[in-house]
């Protein structure tokens, strides 16, 4: 029933956005970061499972104590959001990292992913909790996103399925990037 | 691979289908659909001469072969990005109209006329008149009514448009494919005239 509900949740709140509503929980920042962490599967694939995992959390480690260290900042969406373009460069150019870079980048995500998710209200430590089911929420979106990559575009895909994952990262520059000038103009974050 | 059972996989698939076919709240719509994503969504799409441009992005891309067959789609949106912020920035930029229709004329008359150029050469050409179709769209980006998924609606129907241009560019494969496709580039060069000179 939980699973149902939980569905039933995700599936409204992207009706909401599709008619012009983004609610105020929903970190544009963290959305962005995971689908574009979620395309650059190819990229990061070298690091393998193990080496993944553990770079992964040693990123959010690093990036909770900044959280905990700093506090919340307001610089830090656009800063994901930069790496988000990066990540879409990588896609977009179907760079193929070795097991070392990949493996900062995986963990540049998990800290990323963790600056990104702080909550927009609450004080730390009261709110550290809910930064970390957004955490967990948005690492689980990242795997989904890549499974669903990886079907999508095999070893041995036609050409046209890579051209389309190309394609959807250089979308996600270009989104990124007018996410980037719209938040210079509005308060966006 | 984590999910490697065809029953994961298809209900995987079958849940992003799910995801896209989520009715639109209906407490917002009053407000919402005049800059959500929806209309971002339309808002390339409703225009014929953006339509026609970024089909022959495509279409051109297809006709000069590898790699240009995803360089173009790819440079297209990320210079239309920058032009995009331009225009939220509210920095001027003249003949924003004039371009736009030009880019129809200009890469109509590459297809019809068959041109091979070099990659870099192509880049550029699309590139300049991405900064024009990305100015349009991106000085109506703050008046939206969620800048944000009004940018993802005008950003993914570009790319869609794209890919329909790749697609009807593939016929070129096919027996008399390359005259079809030349015939279309035509047509677009006729429409941007139309554009430019105000008939249509």
Same mark, same amino acid.
């Given at each position: 029933?939980?699973?149902?509900?939980?569905?039933?949740?995700?599936?409204?709140?992207?009706?909401?956005?599709?008619?012009?509503?983004?609610?105020?929980?929903?970190?544009?920042?963290?959305?962005?970061?995971?689908?574009?962490?979620?395309?650059?599967?190819?990229?990061?694939?070298?690091?393998?499972?193990?080496?993944?995992?553990?770079?992964?959390?040693?990123?959010?480690?690093?990036?909770?104590?900044?959280?905990?260290?700093?506090?919340?900042?307001?610089?830090?969406?656009?800063?994901?959001?930069?790496?988000?373009?990066?990540?879409?460069?990588?896609?977009?150019?179907?760079?193929?990292?070795?097991?070392?870079?990949?493996?900062?980048?995986?963990?540049?995500?998990?800290?990323?992913?963790?600056?990104?998710?702080?909550?927009?209200?609450?004080?730390?430590?009261?709110?550290?909790?809910?930064?970390?089911?957004?955490?967990?929420?948005?690492?689980?979106?990242?795997?989904?996103?890549?499974?669903?990559?990886?079907?999508?575009?095999?070893?041995?895909?036609?050409?046209?399925?890579?051209?389309?994952?190309?394609?959807?990262?250089?979308?996600?520059?270009?989104?990124?990037?007018?996410?980037?000038?719209?938040?210079?103009?509005?308060?966006?974050? | 691979?984590?999910?490697?059972?065809?029953?994961?996989?298809?209900?995987?698939?079958?849940?992003?289908?799910?995801?896209?076919?989520?009715?639109?709240?209906?407490?917002?719509?009053?407000?919402?659909?005049?800059?959500?994503?929806?209309?971002?969504? @339309?808002? +390339? !799409?409703?225009?014929?001469?953006?339509? %026609?441009?970024?089909? =022959? /992005? &495509?279409?051109? *891309?297809?006709? $000069?072969?590898?790699?240009?067959?995803? @360089?173009? +789609? !790819?440079?297209?949106?990320?210079?239309? %990005?920058?032009?995009? =912020? /331009? &225009?939220?920035? *509210?920095?001027? $930029?003249?003949?924003?109209?004039?371009?736009?229709?030009?880019?129809?004329?200009?890469?109509?008359?590459?297809?019809?006329?068959? /041109?091979?150029?070099?990659?870099?050469?192509?880049?550029?050409?699309?590139?300049?008149?991405?900064?024009?179709?990305?100015?349009?769209?991106?000085?109506?980006?703050?008046?939206?009514?969620?800048?944000?998924?009004?940018?993802?609606?005008?950003?993914?129907?570009?790319?869609?448009?794209?890919?329909?241009?790749?697609?009807?560019?593939?016929?070129?494969?096919?027996?008399?494919?390359?005259?079809?496709?030349?015939?279309?580039?035509?047509?677009?060069?006729?429409?941007?005239?139309?554009?430019?000179?105000?008939?249509?």
């Amino acid at each position: 029933m939980n699973s149902l509900y939980l569905l039933a949740a995700v599936l409204s709140q992207f009706g909401d956005v599709r008619a012009g509503y983004i609610p105020a929980d929903l970190k544009v920042a963290q959305v962005i970061l995971v689908v574009a962490a979620g395309l650059s599967i190819r990229c990061l694939a070298k690091a393998g499972i193990k080496r993944a995992s553990v770079a992964f959390c040693g990123g959010v480690a690093l990036g909770t104590v900044a959280i905990l260290h700093f506090g919340q900042l307001n610089g830090p969406p656009a800063i994901v959001i930069g790496f988000a373009v990066v990540l879409g460069v990588l896609t977009a150019m179907r760079f193929s990292a070795n097991t070392a870079t990949a493996s900062i980048i995986i963990f540049l995500i998990g800290s990323a992913l963790t600056v990104a998710s702080v909550p927009a209200n609450g004080e730390f430590p009261q709110a550290f909790s809910l930064m970390a089911v957004n955490v967990i929420a948005g690492a689980g979106a990242i795997i989904c996103l890549s499974q669903l990559v990886v079907i999508i575009n095999p070893e041995r895909a036609p050409a046209w399925r890579s051209i389309a994952v190309r394609i959807a990262g250089s979308w996600i520059v270009a989104i990124s990037v007018l996410i980037i000038a719209v938040s210079s103009q509005t308060n966006l974050f | 691979m984590i999910f490697t059972s065809p029953q994961t996989r298809k209900a995987l698939i079958l849940f992003s289908f799910l995801l896209v076919a989520a009715p639109a709240a209906i407490a917002h719509t009053g407000e919402g659909l005049s800059g959500g994503l929806l209309s971002g969504f @339309v808002h +390339p !799409v409703r225009g014929w001469d953006h339509v %026609a441009a970024m089909v =022959a /992005v &495509g279409l051109w *891309g297809t006709f $000069l072969g590898r790699p240009a067959i995803w @360089v173009l +789609p !790819v440079v297209f949106p990320l210079v239309m %990005a920058l032009g995009g =912020a /331009v &225009g939220v920035l *509210g920095l001027p $930029l003249p003949g924003v109209e004039t371009g736009i229709a030009l880019s129809s004329v200009v890469l109509g008359a590459l297809i019809l006329g068959k /041109v091979r150029m070099p990659l870099w050469g192509a880049a550029i050409i699309v590139g300049v008149f991405a900064i024009f179709h990305g100015y349009a769209h991106g000085i109506e980006l703050p008046t939206a009514a969620n800048p944000v998924s009004f940018a993802v609606g005008f950003v993914v129907a570009t790319g869609l448009l794209h890919l329909a241009g790749i697609a009807l560019g593939l016929v070129t494969t096919r027996p008399r494919g390359e005259v079809f496709v030349r015939a279309v580039g035509g047509l677009i060069t006729a429409a941007g005239a139309g554009f430019l000179l105000g008939i249509i």
